[in-house]
């Protein structure tokens, strides 16, 4: 038996289901203890390690920008190390030490945290450092002398007066360059609104050292546009602006506007960066590769405190009350309904108990199976009873006939004259008959039903069939009728099919009133003989349709045998079709007759008879 079953009915997926609601319900509980008592020391100990890597780069690339080389570098290295407890080694590119907090032949880690170089950066080691790619603290030639820095210190109080009076607050900034400069509130420089009496210009004016630089910065950037073919119509000239990385504003000052986002403006400002870097190059430290290590540091540990320890036997306990409940949950639903199908497998056969059907899964299923096991079996105790009843009958007829006349003629009170005799013969061919068919079907049920097949032409057995029930068929005034398409070929046993054959013309006839026709047919059919036996009688009750098949059936409940036979007829064929491997149906429509329908493998036809005349 097979019925369709969702799959999440299956008893198998909802025990996987439930070991995996377990397993993920432990292994929740245990990443949240973790998560629990770690998150928050990882999270501090991560914040404060990043911190602290910005803040070294920070200060490693500030040392770098002020001065050539890391020979000086030691000292500071130690002092960082010292006050944050992490080991710190600089680096060249190929590994070779310029100074190392730790001892000498310690192993570096194997990955660099940063690279140290104050002319390419891109972290936030100083404001305005993204920008420019330059950290702002790599000044160069451009810084001032204490005279030029006092100089510009005093004009930059002077604008800042100025701007006072005019109900602008302003501050004073240093630049690492030693420039005074003036900020807003925010430290943003006094880019903005300029009061015309404070316009003087002077404290934007380059002094001679930064004018200096600017002029050799210039002298480089016109050697680079001139190896990129870019010609302007006046000299290049470069503000104080461009070399301070504050601002990404066009670099070229000339008659010639250039748009920002040109592609000589990019060209241009390539140009400037890169002289830049070149004429800040002499003034900063090498290239370098930061290491940084644990040191003594604490390694975020988790805590087997007493606190620690209570929640996690107490997580612990939770998930196996949970499991336990879950797991006799589970058990008790499907135990249940196995142990009524137990106690009513133990039952009398007689009672035929049946259990009720509480779930759609495997146990569901198996529930119904026994259900109509025990409904089957009940239907078989009741045809074995009926087919008793009906064996009994069919006996005690002839059997009670042939014992009275008998009787009566050894009292004498009859004579035995030939047509009591046959009357007796009459009676013990239908006995003969009825054990002949019981035969048949007891040696089909047992499997030793024995066939002698051969090469036969349907046509040639429906003619011999035809032939042996035609004189009768006439004398009760029906016409017999054969219809062969073609010459089909079946691997059979010939007495067997006309047995089979035979049982149904010999049924068609008698459910046939005269006048009417039975017609054999045979043809081929995807690969199949298909026989067809139609009758125009009374036809079938759709409500016997389904009986029909059954060993004592008759359509006519008194048993009269002037209306049907033994009831084995139709039995017997479906045993002998089964045999030959094919299978009979009947279809009938109430006042127009009936259709026996059998369908047995096609045989390959014989080379003898393949151009051979029917």
């Given at each position: 038996m097979s019925r369709a079953m969702p799959l999440r009915k299956s008893l198998l997926v909802r025990l996987l289901i439930t070991s995996v609601l377990i397993a993920l319900c432990s292994v929740a509980a245990t990443a949240w203890l973790a998560v629990q008592t770690t998150t928050r020391a990882i999270q501090e100990e991560q914040g404060q390690v990043?911190?602290?890597?910005?803040?070294?780069?920070?200060?490693?690339?500030?040392?770098?920008?002020?001065?050539?080389?890391?020979?000086?570098?030691?000292?500071?290295?130690?002092?960082?190390?010292?006050?944050?407890?992490?080991?710190?080694?600089?680096?060249?590119g190929d590994r070779t030490p310029f100074a190392d907090s730790a001892a000498r032949g310690t192993s570096l880690p194997p990955r660099a945290a940063a690279t140290v170089d104050p002319l390419r950066t891109d972290t936030y080691t100083e404001p305005g450092a993204q920008l420019a790619g330059v950290d702002p603290r790599a000044v160069g030639p451009y810084r001032l002398p204490t005279a030029e820095r006092l100089r510009v210190a005093k004009l930059a109080t002077v604008r800042q007066l100025c701007?006072?009076?005019?109900?602008?607050?302003t501050r004073l900034e240093r630049m690492p360059s030693g420039r005074t400069v003036l900020t807003d509130g925010d430290g943003r420089r006094d880019s903005g609104y300029v009061p015309t009496e404070c316009a003087d210009g002077l404290l934007n004016t380059p002094t001679p050292t930064e004018q200096k630089a600017l002029d050799a910065l210039s002298a480089l950037t016109r050697m680079c546009l001139d190896r990129h073919n870019v010609h302007l119509d006046h000299d290049v000239g470069l503000t104080l602006e461009a070399t301070s990385g504050a601002?990404?504003?066009?670099?070229?000052?000339?008659?010639?506007?250039?748009?920002?986002?040109?592609?000589?403006?990019?060209?241009?400002?390539?140009?400037?960066?890169?002289?830049?870097?070149?004429?800040l190059a002499p003034y900063v430290a090498p290239v370098a590769e930061l290491f940084l290590g644990?040191?003594?540091?604490?390694?975020?540990?988790?805590?087997?405190?007493?606190?620690?320890?209570?929640?996690?036997?107490?997580?612990?306990?939770?998930?196996?009350?949970?499991?336990?409940?879950?797991?006799?949950?589970?058990a008790t639903r499907l135990v249940r309904p196995l142990r009524a199908l137990t106690q009513a497998a133990q039952q009398p056969p007689e009672r035929h108990v049946r259990v009720p059907v509480t779930t759609q899964d495997e146990t569901g299923i198996l529930a119904l199976a026994f259900n109509e096991l025990t409904e089957r079996r009940e239907r078989m105790e009741a045809q074995r009873k009926a087919m008793v009843s009906d064996i009994a009958h069919e006996l005690r007829t002839p059997l009670t006939n042939i014992r009275g006349w008998l009787e009566v003629a050894r009292d004498g009170l009859v004579d035995p004259d030939p047509e009591l005799l046959s009357s007796l013969h009459e009676e013990a061919v239908v006995l003969q008959r009825v054990i002949d068919d019981l035969q048949d079907l007891a040696a089909a049920d047992a499997g030793t039903l024995r066939l002698h097949r051969e090469e036969v032409r349907a046509d040639e057995l429906l003619e011999q069939v035809a032939a042996a029930h035609r004189v009768g068929a006439e004398a009760a005034g029906i016409r017999l009728v054969t219809e062969v398409a073609g010459t089909p070929w079946l691997d059979a046993d010939p007495v067997r099919m006309r047995q089979a054959l035979g049982n149904l013309v010999s049924n068609a006839t008698r459910h046939t009133p005269a006048g009417g026709t039975v017609t054999l047919a045979a043809h081929d059919e995807d690969g199949q003989v298909v026989f067809e036996v139609a009758d125009t009688g009374a036809g079938i009750d759709p409500r016997d349709l389904a009986s029909v098949f059954d060993r004592f059936w008759r359509a006519e409940k008194s048993r009269s045998r002037r209306t049907g036979g033994s009831g084995l007829g139709l039995a017997i064929v479906r045993q002998l079709v089964a045999a030959h491997g094919g299978t009979v149906s009947v279809t009938s429509e109430v006042g127009t007759g009936t259709v026996f329908t059998l369908r047995l493998p096609c045989a390959r036809e014989p080379a003898s008879h393949a151009t051979g005349s029917g």
């Open positions: 990043l911190a602290e890597d910005m803040d070294i780069l920070r200060q490693l690339s500030g040392y770098a920008a002020g001065h050539p080389d890391w020979s000086g570098v030691a000292g500071t290295l130690r002092t960082i190390s010292h006050r944050t407890g992490r080991r710190i080694a600089l680096t060249s701007f006072a009076r005019n109900g602008i607050e601002t990404p504003a066009p670099y070229l000052i000339g008659k010639r506007a250039v748009d920002q986002h040109g592609a000589l403006a990019r060209t241009a400002n390539a140009c400037v960066d890169d002289s830049r870097r070149r004429q644990t040191g003594d540091r604490p390694v975020p540990h988790f805590d087997m405190s007493t606190a620690n320890k209570a929640k996690v036997f107490g997580v612990a306990g939770l998930v196996l009350a949970l499991t336990v409940a879950v797991t006799a949950l589970v």
